[in-house]
């Protein structure tokens, strides 16, 4: 260093860090703050972001579509048509078999551990001989027996006992259910077994994933199409059609938690910090005394929360890092858990920087002469109102609360803030009816649910409707249910389904049959004519909750427009059915009805004598006591059913419980960690209050002041810190708590308003309670020194 330099800029930081080291208490509050705020943002982002990647890379190796009922043939065509990514050919006998009470089926594939992962192989090769197979460890092990590789075992092969050779092993665990016994392309092909099933394509499309939903499924049949497969044929993966409706929720609720979080934690961060530049007005006057400037005040205040943040930062990051991966270490991976640090870090060093960017001007404002005059606050503070004041605990409370208005009000506004917050949460949890909840949808005026038995994550073609034909949702079953003691009511719901080519978009949809009965889809506010006698008698169709469909399948309807439509009737038939009506506006029912609608002279016309029930909703006499009997009853009844599904109210109230017991823990546990956040600067806001009037506590014993009174009095004074948040969280956060409810209720019809009297009651308590236990520790441990200590020093 020259004569002509100085050293100003490492001098400043070695002020900022012995300033941190010397005000301790502060510190560690606003390192607490940073660092629970940084915790929960990074793990409530990588929570989220690593079950989107869980979910994508599960896609990322399934197939977007099953062409089933191929030749060979057809199976090179789709292989060589640059539309596809990848095509692998699959067989599966539907016959189940047992060895020694051990169930399997019979497949075929070729291995592939990328794209479509049809089997992994643990140990061995994939079977290429007639005689070879791969089985799962978990049959071998429910077998009972030794097996290694090259080893004989006999299985029942069309009626006739054959020794294949195990080839290879899988890690698979299919304990409980049917195992796969994987063969070879010859035994495929040649065997009386399997030589005569046909093929099924497993497909993936050349960049699916950056399609919408009505393009993908349009390509897909379009496929299916210039190959000459049927479209009932058609099985396209209802998991991955669900991924292109997906859109940026995710984010968005990261983004709102972030927000709501890093607020509440520069909230107490400006607090803890203003606190520390008023209780160091002295320091900072001496220092513009000997020549600091205004700008190298605020650079040292502001390198001091530089300095926190990169001492809590990286601690809250390695935390949230490890709680994340224990949630969910399937979708972990340090490329997110780098990009949500880099991001959190980042608004984390930002907002510590707005959050002290005020105490840092105030800082920076304080003049040498003011200075020498208060340590905290000004003459006019402290000056009296009257010649004489009568002198007890509660008005020495009341003095300190008023000489320092603002410590008290950041405090209270950080309160407050955390007060509502939970007051809406808890709000909303007490107005949760569970029962109200289980009874939504299916079970608002029943307690069983009978359906088709039908996987809507792979939908077929035209839905239901091949089950439909078979009419076992008929008649005789409802004779046979009606039967049933206490049975009072059995409701039947009826659609029909099919695929809509519009706009260049194809997409399966429900129709709901219309009836002269159904006065209310008449009167519903909508486009073009919406009266059964027009449908009816042009073969129309009406269209409600038309937003949601025209935003899945990025199209707009018109009133008017001509729609074809496929169908199934035994066989594969079009038609073209006009847009009669077209409404925004959703029909509330009983039920889950579908939003396209079609008069029922229309479906007896296009599916002629087919039962189009889809459901039986059936309610009983005093559920409680006799439902148990009755659903045993029903469920002996379907036993001889085999495509149909039972689905209980009892049932549906234990998956519900899971799922709402989940949800209060995650809403009770994100609003516990912001009031987390007013309670640090609760807590140091007492510290700082009491360990800066240390001297001054010690003069008024000394003048005859008990113990007891000086408790008394610091317990007055958190009662005055505590009453004003306490009256704003219960009149704001209870408004606010009943209008969020009032406002949820048009889409969450299970919520009834509550007032959460416990968790009010515990917030008192606390918020009372807390303030006056710091207040005891800190006099008891005060007073461990002697009176003249404490006034000399």
Known sequence: MSLNTNNNSRIIYSMAKNNLMANKMS?????????LAITLVSTISLFIIGMQTAETQVLENMQHVMYMDVTKEQIQSLASDERTELCIPYKHSEKERKIDGVKYNLYYSNRSEERIRTYVLAKGKEPEKYDEIVVDKAFINALGKEYSLGASINLNIDGTTEKFTICGYTNDEYSTLTHPVRVSKAFAEQSLEMKDLPYTALVRIIEAEDMSVSTFTTAVYQLAMDYGIERQNVNINGKFEQSLQDGNSSAYTILFVSILLFIASGIVIYSVFYLS???RVQQIGQLQTIGMTEKQVKKMIRREGLLLSLFAIPIGLVVSGIVSFLLHADGWTFENFGIVAFIVSIFGILIVQISIGKPATIASKISPIEASRSVSVSKKERAGTGKHRKLTPYTLARM?????????WFTTVSLALG????????TWISSWDKEAYSRQDKFQNSEYYISYLYDHSSPKTYGITEMQLTGHLGSELVENIRKIPYVKNIQVEKEVAGNVEYQGATFLQSFYPLTLDDIEYEQISADGNNSYEYMAENDAILITNSDFSESVNGITFEPGDKIKFRYFDGKEQTIELEIAAVSSKMVESDSSRPTFCMTDKTIRKLWKIMNTASAFSISVEDYEKNGNQVEEEIRTLLNDYEDLSFWTLREQRIEDSGQIQKLQ????????FIILFSIFNLINTVISSITSRKQELSMLESIGMEERQVRNMLFGE??????PNILITLTLGTGLGFGFIYFMKNSAKYLEYQ??????????IGMIGIPMLISFCCLKRQNKDSLVDRIKN
């Not at 300190?400 to 008290?408: A, D, L, P, S, T």
């Not at 007060?419 to 808890?426: C, D, E």
């Not at 823990?665 to 516990?672: A, D, F, L, N, T």
């Open 755 to 764: 007032f959460p009297v416990v968790a009010a009651i515990l917030y008192i």
């Open 400 to 408: 300190e609360n008023k000489n320092n208005r603002k410590r008290w």
């Open 718 to 723: 958190s009662i005055l810190l505590a009453l």
């Open 665 to 672: 823990v995650q809403i009770y546990g994100i609003s516990i």
């Open 277 to 279: 530049v008023t209780s």
């Open 419 to 426: 007060g509502i917050i939970f007051m809406v949460a808890t």
């Open 27 to 35: 510190s560690l509050f606003s390192t607490l703050s940073i660092l």
